[in-house]
T-cell receptor
Framework: GEDVEQSLFLSVREGDSSVINCTYT??????LYWYKQEPGAGLQLLTY?????DMKQDQRLTVLLNKKDKHLSLRIADTQTGDSAIYFC????????????FGTGTLLAVQP | NAGVTQTPKFQVLKTGQSMTLQCAQD?????MYWYRQDPGMGLRLIYY???????DKGEVPNGYNVSRLNKREFSLRLESAAPSQTSVYFC????????????FGPGTRLLVL
């Protein structure tokens, strides 16, 4: 089945690191993604990782992929109040549909 | 470029009323999508259009119809709105074969009483 799970909330203090976790079910997913949704706005692609990688770093963002456990995480270093948003992980299903399956989203609240 | 635009921004309907949500993109993308976002459910795909002239059902198509009017525009119609269709609706577009890089509109917030 197609299911992507995330915890609903994460609260951190400004300057700390945030780690948002996600588990997925389709082992054939070729790419896994992180999207950011700011209040009142649409989703913005933040970063992605190809399934044959186990880590990808992009400035303050680090994506870790454990393919064996089907676990994906997004680490934000030096979290700022501007990072407050909902973060969605997503996997892409291949085959004829080639569609994105989104997780429920994690609300990251950054306390000053 | 405006990117992906959606109208209206919000709407209140009574049960049984109909309405059409409009979406347009100016990025010359072939593929367009309609999602709904509900609390605790993430985004769910309603319909998508891989290219002009084609449409396909997504995860939750019941109660909706779509029209890919041309390459730029993809509309979503509710023929007889139900309270269960209260949601935030997002339109997105992507280049052909680049489903992962979808550009999202700002959303339409719909309340059905």
């Amino acid at each position: 089945g197609e299911d992507v799970e995330q915890s609903l909330f994460l609260s951190v203090r400004e300057g700390d690191s945030s780690v948002i976790n996600c588990t997925y079910t389709d082992s054939s997913s070729t790419y896994l993604y992180w999207y950011k949704q700011e209040p009142g706005a649409g989703l913005q692609l933040l970063t992605y990782i190809f399934s044959n990688m186990d880590m990808k770093q992009d400035q303050r963002l680090t994506v870790l992929l454990n393919k064996k456990d089907k676990h994906l995480s997004l680490r934000i270093a030096d979290t700022q109040t501007g990072d407050s948003a909902i973060y969605f992980c997503a996997e892409i299903l291949g085959g004829a549909t080639n569609k994105l399956i989104f997780g429920t989203g994690t609300l990251l609240a950054v306390q000053p | 470029n405006a990117g992906v635009t959606q109208t209206p921004k919000f709407q209140v309907l009574k049960t049984g009323q109909s309405m059409t949500l409009q979406c347009a993109q100016d990025m010359n993308h072939n593929s367009m999508y309609w999602y709904r976002q509900d609390p605790g459910m993430g985004l769910r795909l309603i319909y998508y259009s891989a290219s002009e002239g084609t449409t396909d059902k997504g995860e939750v198509p019941n109660g909706y119809n779509v029209s890919r009017l041309n390459k730029r525009e993809f509309s979503l119609r509710l023929e007889s709105a139900a309270p269960s269709q209260t949601s935030v609706y997002f339109c997105a577009s992507s280049e052909a074969g680049r489903t992962e890089t979808q550009y999202f509109g700002p959303g339409t917030r719909l309340l059905v009483l």
